[in-house]
């Protein structure tokens, strides 16, 4: 089973950044397409970035712009650079892999947007 350990959350003021990464246990990391997701406090857990094996990625339209996410396979990392973050950007983030099923979550890595 692969284990998925998320880092680089914190407090930011609005219009900050924050890169955060997930380090994955085991090579398999390299041959999934993987994806940043997040839940506020009250909703249902999202996908905010999703990077394909190959390195194509997309994000939704409330990120689109602002987060950029990328892989180092030889590091088994999966990166999420966050730029011009907003107060609804608050949440704590998980990566995990694309598709069913996916692997145990992580503890997740917290990230608060205020002044």
């Known amino acids: 089973q692969v284990q998925l350990v998320e880092s680089g959350g914190g407090l930011v003021q609005p219009g900050g950044s924050l890169r955060l990464s997930c380090a994955a246990s085991?090579?398999?990391?390299?041959?999934?397409?993987m994806g940043w997701y997040r839940q506020a406090p009250g909703k249902q857990r999202e996908l905010v970035a999703r990077?394909?094996?190959?390195?194509?990625?997309n994000y939704p339209d409330s990120v689109k712009g602002r987060f950029t996410i990328s892989r180092d396979n030889v590091k088994n990392t999966v990166y999420l650079q966050m730029n011009s973050l907003k107060p609804e950007d608050t949440a704590v983030y998980y990566c995990?892999?694309?598709?069913?099923?996916?692997?145990?979550w992580g503890q997740g890595t917290q990230v608060t947007v205020s002044s």
């Open positions: 995990n892999r694309e598709g069913s099923p996916p692997w145990s």
């Open positions: 085991g090579s398999i990391f390299r041959i999934y397409d």
């Open positions: 990077i394909t094996v190959g390195g194509n990625t």
